[in-house]
């Protein structure tokens, strides 16, 4: 186990590398900076990983990746995607470039503590979107993350210098709690730029001022209601709305609609908000559109 102090008001700050200067990894390094803890180097490949580090890091050595996990003397956090996380562990074990006492922090969703192998250390994922900009860092406080760890202390005093709150995930339910977020988040960025898409088609000049009340709304009833907050055509079984969607939506948007508009009702029908009988000349409209394109 790591000998990097623990928890507790005499907690001293720690010696922190970051690799990746990312949009998530910047701007947690420049948390853990504004923490009081001591980020002295990071990597960045790109230019605008470089300018994003020089911006939120400036306290930070530009440096290859070897050399920032040994100037991480206690904490070395790993911001890079998910599928190259593995190889970039593997290649800082293969070239010696791990301190003995470092501990290894990565932000990966989907991965757990078994991609870092032998290594002490956490997966420490925060529940939020990231575009790499200064504004971020307002967003921290108060978001849950999700936490993989051995030494719990260790992890929460991490969150807790975070702004935030741990959420303790098991290993083996990591790709499910991370599935859950980039369905929500990631999802729900593609529906509100297709339903702005479609506004457009019809005309709206400024889809975003039409859809921000609603879709605030939409967001804050189905958080606070659960499935009791749908409305509109699916949920009352209106087939013929549907079926005038379909005739006239782009085709490109058509999968989207329907597999939404089905899983809509399936949930409808299980929170009895629509009843089965009259979900059926809908379902119907929704299998047929499976046939062929829409005219």
Do not use: C
């Not at 997966?123 to 307002?138: C, E, I, K, Q």
């Not at 809908?282 to 394109?293: F, I, P, R």
């Amino acid at each position: 186990m790591s000998a990097v102090p623990r928890a507790g008001k005499r907690a001293r700050p720690l010696v922190v590398g970051v690799v990746g200067a990312g949009r998530v990894g910047a701007v947690l390094g420049a948390a853990l900076a504004e923490a009081g803890h001591r980020v002295v180097a990071t990597a960045a490949v790109s230019a605008a990983s470089r300018e994003r580090a020089e911006r939120l890091l400036p306290q930070a050595a530009i440096l290859p990746a070897d050399e920032v996990a040994r100037a991480a003397t206690d904490l070395l956090l790993l911001a890079v995607p998910d599928d190259h996380l593995a190889a970039v562990v593997s290649g800082l074990v293969m070239t010696g470039s791990l301190g003995a006492r470092t501990v290894v922090a990565h932000t990966s969703g989907a991965h757990g503590l078994a991609v870092l192998g032998d290594r002490d250390g956490l997966a420490l994922h925060p529940a939020m979107t990231f575009t790499g900009v200064d504004s971020d860092l307002d967003r921290l406080p108060g978001i849950a993350w999700g936490v993989t760890a051995r030494d719990r202390a260790f992890a929460a005093r991490l969150v807790t210098d975070l702004g935030g709150v741990p959420e303790w995930i098991a290993e083996d339910a990591r790709p499910l709690y991370h599935a859950a977020l980039a369905h929500g988040a990631n999802h729900l960025v593609t529906l509100v730029n297709e339903a702005a898409d479609l506004l457009r088609a019809a005309g709206v000049e400024r889809p975003e001022a039409v859809l921000s009340p609603l879709l605030h709304a939409a967001l804050d009833n189905a958080l606070s209601l659960g499935d009791a907050a749908l409305t509109g055509p699916v949920s009352r079984g209106d087939a013929g709305t549907v079926g005038k969607h379909l005739s006239r939506i782009a085709p490109e948007s058509v999968p989207a609609y329907l597999a939404l508009a089905r899983r809509t009702a399936d949930r409808a029908i299980a929170a009895g908000r629509l009843r089965p009988q009259d979900a059926a000349l809908l379902m119907d409209v929704l299998a047929q559109a499976t046939v062929g394109s829409p005219s």
